[in-house]
């Protein structure tokens, strides 16, 4: 059957060197450093001699089994919070439905480990809320439900924008199909809308797993307190406590990266056993229902979910940057606007460092959008079986922790016989950000590309388009939404990546996360989280300027965007 | 087109990476690492490049290089990393001019202590508990629950403590902190933050230069030097034998023992290396210290550690 849909081999080896270089050499170096323990210095001696040592570890068995229970307990509460709201905000009229999403996008703004730092002031003994209240939620806080649901909190957004998305495409059209015949509201929403969101929910349900057994923020901040440690509490200990062990930190970061790819078969095989093609010409008219007596409900639902996953965490951040010190607490007399005066002082380190992530993370976000359009599009419109290798090496660094990623990315590019390296430039930093950040713009292109019909681009082709043409003209346009989605996280995310950057980052070189990490190493909490609250700030606001200005020039054309 | 983009990457590359006389790298603190790099170039007109981490990732780093080493001096906060790097034979000798009054057990072949950390018990004068003055008082009533310590898998400083209490049967002290309900709260930072706020009132075996520059800025925590004894956790300096500048890096180690680069030492709350720099706060010479002879190996005293608080 050729519908003309196979797409271009210019597109495929773009995608095949792109994957090769940004992940597959790293991952490569990683795989022969758990073999070969003294690589780092260029001997092959020993092989096997650490990697069978670690995998006997009896620790391992456990370390395993919390994690597999922390990913699927954070799947569960992310799927709880974001199912319904993406449902609710795609099938009907929502009062202020924009300034929910604008406020859900921000929990991807807020750095997981400042996030965590926010949820420990607030909630420990003489915190924030007890300070305020007298309620001490502490034994909440500091328990493995607890890490599920600030974890849940801190990664549901991914699910409810692809799955809002997702509903919206499908629309209202197929579920009144069933209306007709006779199937009432829920029943019709289970029967039939659901299912058809399949694709996006497995997607999304897939990076929230990834990400929450790739986390290691939270794990370290709250887990440790309760002996609750994980494959990468594992590997970051390992990787920061001497004597250092990168061999060991390699075969557990193996370990991690066959637990993702195992959800990553999983993910493939329930999408492959049906077919969810649904847009098969021009966008529909959209039109949504009324809530009706839902309406004060719902919207107070919306208010009360906002408020947990971004309200409280950011008044965290804030009440902390506004402390002259942390054993004042909350009295007037302790609030002031000093830290933000030293951190926004004229040639600060801070306004040097806010320059280069904000740089770094939106050449970032072009690339790796870019990247991982063109990898969906060869993987789910291409054929053969190259197809599946690229689909598993664009998911594999989601399961590999940032620090592992950078040590590889060091082994491969510090060689002393490459004649000319991006190692200790800053495009060292570019390499680890699109390799870490690439599983999200291909995870967010796939599901769209899978509601995408073939006959479109067959048209096209048999309009005289060539393949190129055909994707530049008719699919990425269609896929656009979705993507810049996609872009705006990975900006954000790149603005603050932390612990890849602690270890590449060439000397001298400073970003917004290192220099938050730099100021909490020195005691002063305040100024780091004057950093956190600005950087949060900006790239909030840099993204929705975007999409505003998108929206204007393109007339409200592109879906998705309103 | 694509000629041009190579040359332009290429010229990038070439200015960003453009080297530097001698390539620093150093453990925290980050504003002393800056002061004495800003004062080192000002003095000799030699440039400097610093990368700023945790000992940790300082080590990691190094390992991840060792086959293309990219630094000539390296600043850890653990004394461990320079006793092993000398048995590995990667350390220069070097024995600066300045280094004459640093007392010997600050000193080896390869490496010499920028300054020094004492261990103390981390207090919150606010938290309504007595001012404890050694550390068995954190295992009475007044403290249950209210104490924190860092992991010493984690903290250089608090695993030369807990291997200081092996070595003189007082592993007790420790047994009687768990029972009155004390928790491991991973490395420095992380065990000193619920005692600044309140939730915990000390922090036991915590790092005496952060918490007084804490105190400094104004957080209700004191340094209490216990009354039986401490240990202290001294940073070493040392030149890598792989440094292609091996000059410039000594008139770095020079410069950082000089009464200037000391100074700057002191300015961070840190105790001075040499003996004949006088500062306002309590020196090496007022502490009493605790012996470490006869002290298992370091798998031994973790093992021992988790077997009290596990």
Redesign the interface.
């Known amino acids: 059957m050729t519908t003309g849909a196979e797409g271009s081999a210019l597109l495929r080896w773009i995608a095949t060197i792109g994957l090769m270089v940004i992940v597959a050499i790293p991952v490569l170096f990683i795989v022969i450093q758990a073999i070969f323990p003294n ?4 001997s092959f001696a020993a092989p096997f001699s650490l990697f069978l040592k670690t995998l006997a570890d009896p620790e391992l068995i456990g370390l395993g089994r919390n994690t597999l229970f922390l990913g699927v307990g954070t799947l569960f509460c992310a799927a709880l919070l974001a199912v319904p709201l993406a449902a609710l905000r795609a099938l009907y009229r929502i009062p202020g439905a924009l300034i929910w999403d604008a406020i859900l996008l921000i929990p991807f703004m807020i750095p997981p480990y400042i996030a965590a ?1 926010g949820w ?2 607030t909630l ?4 924030y809320l007890e300070q305020l209240t007298g309620i001490n939620l ?1 034994p909440l806080l500091f328990s493995v439900p607890g890490i599920m649901i600030i974890m849940g909190l801190n990664t549901f957004s991914v699910v409810y924008f692809v799955l809002s998305r997702t509903f919206e495409t499908i629309g209202a059209r197929y579920s009144d199909v069933g209306r007709v015949f006779g199937a009432g509201q829920w029943r019709s929403f289970w029967r039939i809308t659901f299912p058809l969101a399949m694709p996006g929910l497995a997607a999304s349900l897939l990076l929230v797993f990834a990400m929450s057994i790739e986390e290691y923020g939270t794990p ?2 709250l887990g ?2 309760i ?1 609750f440690e994980v494959l990468v509490t594992g590997i970051e ?1 390992r ?6 062990d ?1 061999p060991g930190a390699a075969t557990l970061s193996l370990v991690l990266v066959l637990l993702a790819l195992a959800a990553f078969m999983v993910q493939r095989w329930l999408l492959t056993r049906r077919d969810y093609r649904i847009v098969g010409g021009k966008p529909q008219a959209n039109d949504k229902r009324d809530l009706g007596v839902w309406r004060w409900p719902v919207t107070l639902w919306f208010a009360f979910v906002a408020f947990l996953a971004t309200g409280l965490p950011i008044l965290a951040i804030l009440a902390t940057a506004l402390s ?6 909350l009295a007037l007399s302790n609030l002031g606007l000093d830290n933000f005066q030293q951190l926004l002082g004229v040639g600060s380190d801070g306004l040097v460092a806010l320059g280069n992530s904000l740089a770094l993370g939106a050449v970032t976000a072009l690339f790796a959008g870019l990247l991982g359009a063109i990898t969906a599009y060869s993987v789910v419109k291409g054929r053969g079986r190259l197809r599946i290798v690229l689909d598993g090496l664009s998911i594999t660094p989601n399961a590999l922790p940032g ?1 592992v990623v950078a ?1 590889g990315i ?2 491969a590019w ?3 016989w490459l004649p ?1 390296t ?1 190692y ?4 060292i930093l570019l390499l680890a950000y699109i390799c870490i950040l690439l599983p999200q713009p291909v995870r967010y292109a796939t599901a769209s590309l899978h509601q995408l019909g073939d006959n479109l681009e067959a048209a096209a082709r048999v309009s005289g388009s060539g393949p190129l043409r055909a994707f530049w003209r008719i699919i990425l346009p269609l896929i656009l939404p979705s993507m810049i989605t996609a872009m705006i996280l990975v900006f954000a995310v790149a603005s603050r990546e932390l612990v890849a950057s ?2 590449v ?4 070189f400073q970003t917004i996360a290192v220099f938050i990490w ?1 100021q ?6 305040g100024l780091g989280m004057a950093m956190a609250f600005s950087a949060v700030v900006i790239t909030t606001l840099i993204p929705l300027a975007l999409i505003s200005l998108l929206k204007r020039l393109s007339h409200g054309n592109v879906a998705g965007l309103n | 087109m694509r000629n041009l983009i190579l040359a332009l990457t ?1 010229g ?2 070439a200015t ?2 453009a080297h ?1 006389d001698i ?1 620093v790298y150093s453990a ?4 002393l690492a800056k002061n004495l790099i800003k004062g080192f170039t000002a003095k000799t007109g030699i440039k400097a ?9 300082v ?3 190094l ?6 080493p ?1 630094a000539d001096v390296v600043v850890s906060a ?1 004394w ?2 320079a006793t ?1 790097f000398e048995a590995k034979g990667l350390l220069l000798p070097y024995a600066s001019p300045n280094a004459e009054t640093v007392p010997d057990f600050l000193k080896t072949k390869g490496a010499v202590a920028q300054g020094v950390a004492g261990i103390i018990i981390g207090w ?1 004068s ?1 938290s309504g508990t007595p001012k404890p003055a050694d550390w068995s008082d954190l295992a009475k009533p007044e403290y249950k629950d209210l104490v924190t310590l860092p ?1 010493p ?2 903290s ?1 400083g608090t695993y030369t403590l807990v291997e200081a209490f092996t070595a003189n049967g007082m592993t007790d002290v420790l047994e009687g902190l768990k029972a009155n309900g004390a ?4 490395a420095n ?2 065990a ?3 005692v ?5 009132a000390a922090v036991f075996a915590g790092v005496d230069y ?1 918490t007084m ?2 105190a400094a ?5 004191e340094a209490i030097f216990p009354t039986s004894g401490t240990v202290v956790a001294p940073r070493p300096m040392m030149i890598l034998k792989s440094s292609k500048q091996q000059e410039e890096a000594k008139k770095f180690i020079d410069y950082v023992l000089s009464a200037e680069g000391q100074n700057e030492v002191a300015k961070v709350y840190l105790m001075p290396s040499r003996t004949d720099i006088k500062v306002d706060r309590p020196l090496i010479g007022d502490l009493k210290l605790l012996s470490k002879d006869g002290a298992p190996s370091r798998e031994d005293v973790l093992a021992g550690f988790k077997g009290i608080f ?1």
């Open positions: 690589i780092g210095s260029g730092l420990i002031m420990q003994p003489r915190g502490a370290a901040a440790r307190r002996g200990n990787i920061s406590e001497w004597p250092i990168l002259r010190t942390i054993s004042g607490g620090v040590v060091i082994l510090n060689q002393p000319i991006p200790n430039t800053p495009f602690l270890l980052a060439p000397v001298g730099q909490f190493d020195q005691g002063s909490m | 290429a990038l590359m960003t990476a530097a390539t925290g603190p980050g504003s490049n610093l990368f700023q981490a945790t000992t940790g990732k080590m990691a780093r390992e991840a290089e060792s086959a293309n990219v653990s461990g990393t092993d919150n606010k992991d898998a984690a250089g928790i491991v709260a991973g930072k992380a000193l933050n619920p600044l706020q309140g939730a915990k952060i520059g804490a800025k104004g957080e209700s925590v596990n």
